[in-house]
């Protein structure tokens, strides 16, 4: 077999030239006899088909509705980081320091999920973050946003399998959490291989979980508060005493910045997993209504329950709390449990200990989901080996489940000291890989937004417009960069080389990416009027684009 059939031309599929027939799937794209695209699908005997038709020969299917969307965001975000990390959050800057942090990037978040609105009702394409920078900026800028995307999710794969043998270790310490990484390991992979729909389904329920939790503390910190527990009422009294900032490794006012900064970072990497919303649109049912809607009910959603217990969290927990600085992966480092230890209430650390073992088995589901869809996305645009678009009957890219749920393995690292080590080092570049995805996204709209106005489409004409367009890209761009690269900051504070290296790993490896396929391609910038803005579009009648090389 020629490489050239395994690993297709970087370029294919990026502008958008007409190159004659297309083949996917069974189903052939191109032009009529008159040299004019015919407007429909064909098979291999020429005979015209549908969405639905073109799913049965092999190719994603649309079997997601909207609220499948929204609670696979929801499934990819709210995990450890909520549970756990709003604790250490608390101690680094204080009640109101942290909550400003949370809401400050529940802007730029919402900048995002904007920018990807419009993208994603346009052109639903699974793994949209990769497939966008190709198409409308930079081959180059795809490939490393997409790989770099995709090894984060994998690898995140492998910390929610060892998070979840850490927190059954709650219940019985002697348990072995090697035991427990391969058992959820083959669970999590063959869920994945069920039909979409079904996978929808039983995220929606792993996650209505985790949101009944939270609504039911919502209500629970505030009867607290209001002076149901052991401490009386409590109000304000924690913002008075200790404090609402607090001084984070150095002393002063720098040092209350210093600590609002570092949860500016830790709560962006807490909410990454919103924009999952884009990567599930190329298997949305009507995109055009379920997308816009999903990526608001998501944004409002996850904003709304962080932000409301994050609030209440401040108001019953006092930031100098001795045991939120417990560095346990289980239930006793939660500030929901210790809120309830403090009032008194014995039974609800067993309660938040089931909650989040279903939490981080949630975030497991969504992040096979995920890192398989953006393995496809890079397929498609021939940035990765073309094996990984190969679905089965139900429409499930079999190839790249496998080589995505593979990485769960790396779980096992943890079980050793020195591979611990290595490990840690792979999760870094998962955090980041978030900010780079995010930033890609607002810089893929502005130039979106060029290639609209060269070719001469009105944004009018999107099934979606998002308001005070650009200024809200230029937004989300500039704080994405800045946080990218500001987020190791602290190594500089207290200089370590180890520390420098772990933070900042993931962006020499995607400058890494983007050279090394810069160097070997040579490709130019996209030209805005020739950038393609057909294949995938999802036209009113319902049926995708006879550009369309597949979802």
Same mark, same amino acid.
């Given at each position: 077999?020629?490489?050239?059939?395994? =690993?297709?031309?970087?370029?294919?599929?990026?502008?958008?030239?007409?190159?004659?027939?297309?083949?996917?799937?069974?189903?052939?794209?191109?032009?009529?006899?008159?040299? $004019?695209?015919?407007?429909? #699908?064909?098979?291999?005997?020429?005979?015209?088909?549908?969405?639905?038709?073109?799913?049965?020969?092999?190719?994603?299917?649309?079997?997601?509705?909207?609220?499948?969307?929204?609670?696979?965001?929801?499934?990819?975000?709210?995990?450890?980081?909520?549970?756990?990390?709003?604790?250490?959050?608390?101690?680094?800057?204080?009640?109101?320091?942290?909550?400003?942090?949370?809401?400050?990037? /529940?802007?730029?978040?919402?900048?995002?999920?904007?920018?990807?609105?419009?993208?994603?009702?346009? &052109?639903?394409?699974?793994?949209?973050?990769?497939?966008?920078?190709? *198409?409308?900026?930079?081959?180059?800028?795809?490939?490393?946003?997409?790989?770099?995307?995709?090894?984060?999710?994998?690898?995140?794969?492998?910390? %929610?399998?060892?998070?979840?043998?850490?927190?059954?270790?709650?219940?019985?310490?002697?348990?072995?959490?090697?035991?427990? &990484?391969?058992?959820? =390991?083959?669970?999590?992979?063959?869920?994945?291989?069920?039909?979409?729909?079904?996978?929808?389904?039983?995220?929606?329920?792993?996650?209505?979980?985790?949101?009944?939790?939270?609504?039911? #503390?919502?209500?629970?910190?505030?009867?607290?508060?209001?002076?149901?527990?052991?401490? !009386?009422?409590?109000?304000?009294?924690? =913002? +008075?005493?200790?404090?609402?900032?607090?001084?984070?490794?150095?002393? /002063?006012?720098?040092?209350? #910045?210093?600590?609002?900064?570092?949860?500016?970072?830790?709560?962006?990497?807490?909410?990454?997993?919103?924009?999952?919303?884009?990567?599930?649109?190329?298997?949305?049912?009507?995109?055009?209504?379920?997308?816009? %809607?999903?990526? *608001?009910?998501?944004?409002? !959603? &996850?904003?709304?329950?962080?932000?409301?217990?994050?609030?209440? &969290?401040?108001?019953?927990?006092?930031?100098?709390?001795?045991?939120?600085?417990?560095?346990?992966?289980?239930?006793?480092?939660?500030?929901?449990?210790?809120?309830?230890? *403090?009032?008194?209430?014995?039974?609800?650390?067993?309660?938040?200990?089931?909650?989040?073992?279903?939490?981080?088995?949630?975030?497991?589901?969504?992040?096979?989901?995920?890192?398989?869809?953006?393995?496809?996305?890079?397929?498609?645009?021939?940035?990765?080996?073309?094996?990984?678009?190969?679905?089965? +009957?139900?429409?499930?890219?079999?190839?790249?489940?496998?080589?995505?749920?593979?990485?769960?393995?790396?779980?096992?690292?943890?079980?050793?000291?020195?591979?611990?080590?290595?490990?840690?080092?792979?999760?870094?570049?998962?955090?980041?890989?978030?900010?780079?995805? =995010?930033?890609?996204?607002?810089?893929?709209?502005?130039?979106?937004? *060029?290639?609209? $106005?060269?070719?001469?489409? %009105? +944004?009018?004409?999107?099934?979606?417009?998002? +308001?005070?367009?650009?200024?809200?890209?230029?937004?989300?761009?500039?704080?994405?960069?800045?946080?990218?690269?500001?987020?190791?900051?602290?190594?500089?504070?207290?200089?370590?080389?180890?520390?420098?290296?772990?933070?900042?790993?993931?962006?020499?490896?995607?400058?890494?990416?983007?050279?090394?396929? $810069?160097?070997?391609?040579?490709?130019?910038?996209?030209?805005?009027? $020739?950038?393609?803005?057909?294949?995938?579009?999802?036209?009113?009648?319902?049926?995708?684009?006879?550009?369309?090389?597949?979802?």
């Amino acid at each position: 077999m020629k490489a050239a059939e395994i =690993w297709p031309d970087s370029s294919a599929g990026s502008s958008g030239e007409d190159v004659g027939v297309f083949t996917t799937g069974g189903m052939s794209i191109g032009k009529n006899e008159g040299g $004019k695209k015919d407007g429909s #699908f064909k098979d291999a005997d020429g005979a015209k088909g549908s969405d639905a038709d073109s799913a049965k020969q092999g190719e994603l299917q649309r079997q997601l509705s909207g609220r499948h969307l929204n609670f696979i965001a929801i499934g990819g975000t709210i995990g450890t980081g909520f549970f756990l990390g709003t604790g250490t959050a608390l101690v680094k800057a204080g009640p109101a320091g942290c909550l400003i942090s949370y809401i400050f990037i /529940g802007t730029v978040l919402w900048s995002v999920m904007v920018c990807l609105g419009e993208m994603a009702t346009y &052109i639903p394409t699974a793994g949209a973050f990769s497939s966008y920078a190709t *198409r409308f900026v930079d081959a180059s800028l795809g490939f490393a946003v997409g790989w770099l995307y995709w090894f984060g999710w994998a690898t995140t794969y492998a910390l %929610s399998l060892v998070a979840a043998g850490l927190i059954i270790q709650y219940w019985n310490a002697d348990f072995n959490v090697g035991i427990i &990484i391969a058992i959820f =390991w083959v669970v999590f992979t063959l869920v994945n291989y069920l039909p979409v729909r079904i996978y929808g389904e039983l995220e929606m329920w792993l996650s209505s979980l985790k949101v009944i939790t939270i609504v039911g #503390f919502i209500i629970f910190a505030i009867c607290i508060a209001a002076g149901a527990g052991d401490e !009386g009422t409590l109000g304000f009294t924690y =913002w +008075r005493d200790p404090g609402a900032f607090n001084e984070y490794l150095v002393e /002063g006012s720098v040092g209350k #910045f210093v600590g609002f900064w570092a949860v500016i970072i830790q709560a962006s990497v807490a909410v990454q997993g919103s924009e999952l919303v884009g990567v599930g649109a190329g298997e949305a049912r009507d995109p055009r209504k379920t997308v816009p %809607s999903a990526i *608001r009910v998501t944004f409002w !959603g &996850i904003m709304g329950m962080f932000v409301a217990t994050l609030f209440l &969290i401040t108001m019953v927990v006092p930031s100098n709390d001795p045991n939120l600085l417990n560095d346990s992966s289980n239930a006793s480092a939660s500030p929901l449990v210790i809120a309830a230890t *403090r009032a008194g209430v014995k039974i609800l650390p067993d309660i938040i200990n089931a909650v989040l073992l279903t939490a981080v088995l949630s975030a497991a589901n969504s992040n096979v989901y995920s890192g398989s869809r953006v393995l496809v996305a890079l397929a498609e645009e021939g940035q990765a080996p073309a094996w990984f678009k190969k679905t089965n +009957r139900h429409g499930i890219p079999t190839v790249a489940v496998a080589v995505t749920a593979a990485f769960g393995l790396l779980g096992f690292l943890n079980l050793s000291t020195d591979g611990g080590k290595v490990f840690n080092w792979l999760l870094n570049i998962s955090g980041v890989a978030g900010l780079t995805t =995010w930033a890609s996204t607002c810089l893929s709209h502005l130039y979106f937004m *060029r290639a609209l $106005k060269a070719q001469g489409i %009105s +944004r009018e004409e999107l099934p979606y417009v998002s +308001r005070f367009q650009p200024y809200t890209a230029y937004y989300g761009l500039f704080f994405n960069v800045l946080i990218a690269l500001t987020q190791g900051f602290t190594a500089f504070i207290n200089w370590n080389v180890s520390d420098f290296f772990a933070a900042y790993i993931s962006l020499i490896l995607f400058a890494v990416l983007w050279a090394g396929h $810069k160097l070997w391609y040579r490709q130019p910038r996209v030209d805005p009027a $020739k950038a393609d803005l057909v294949r995938g579009r999802y036209d009113s009648s319902e049926e995708r684009s006879a550009a369309d090389g597949g979802v």
